[in-house]
């Protein structure tokens, strides 16, 4: 099976701060991905990564910005944290090559920005 | 541009009766569908994905969906619901310019009385 590991469930920083969220996988995937989900809108897609030291940006990449220095890990970051970034944050992986490749999801991390 | 619609954001319904989610998409090219569930602090499981083998495609946990051109629709339905099905419930389409990252719909929350 394939683990997302997301090291924090919960984080609580504040406004102004640097905050990175880290994600972990096991499965030697070379697309990784970063979504916010906030309640009434669903899952948005910040940035994605389609191998190591490559990012593009998503559909609402602006505050964010993106680290991916090792094929397992792809790191989320805030360079000023404010307080509408308060959200949960999932990372997911993939395979490439097939465009019915589902994702993996990791179980969250729930940022709260005060 | 692609969008999936989920409509009704809440649906209730009792134990044993039948489940039915919707879900329509705009894509301007063949879709590839999937349903994801979320079940409380936890990240999204996939449940289904349509991969244009067939239309009526079978999920876990007795869920399954059906693809129709004609509509643009996905929707989900399971014959009996069970108390745990009680959960968060994701349509989602392949971005077509994010390579195998998805478009998610809001999400349709479905309870479940007894």
């Known amino acids: 099976d394939v683990k997302v590991t997301q090291s924090s469930r919960y984080l609580v920083k504040r406004t102004g701060e640097k905050v990175f969220l880290e994600c972990v996988q096991d499965?030697?995937?070379?697309?990784m991905f970063w979504y916010r989900q906030d309640p009434g809108l669903g899952l948005r897609l910040i940035y994605f990564s389609y191998d190591v030291k490559m990012k593009e940006k998503g559909d609402i990449p602006e505050g964010y910005s993106v680290s991916r220095e090792k094929k397992e890990r792809f790191s989320l970051i805030l360079e000023s944290a404010s307080t509408n970034q308060t959200s949960m944050y999932l990372c997911?992986?993939?395979?490439?090559?097939?465009?019915?490749?589902?994702?993996?999801f990791g179980n969250g991390t729930r940022l709260t920005v005060t | 541009a692609q969008s999936v619609t989920q409509l009704g954001s809440h649906v209730s319904v009792s134990e044993g009766a039948l489940v039915l989610l919707r879900c329509n998409y705009s894509s301007s090219v063949p879709p590839y569908l999937f349903w994801y569930v979320q079940y409380p602090n936890q990240g999204l499981q996939l449940l289904l994905k349509y991969t244009s083998a067939a239309t009526l495609v079978k999920g876990i946990n007795g869920f399954e969906a059906e693809f129709k051109k004609s509509e643009t629709s996905f929707h989900l339905t399971k014959p009996s619901a069970h108390m745990r099905d009680a959960a968060e419930y994701f349509c989602a389409v392949r971005h077509n310019q994010a390579g195998t990252a998805l478009i998610f719909g809001k999400g349709t929350t479905l309870s479940v009385s007894s």
């Open positions: 997911a992986s993939s395979q490439p090559g097939s465009r019915n490749s589902p994702l993996h």
């Open positions: 499965m030697d995937h070379e697309n």
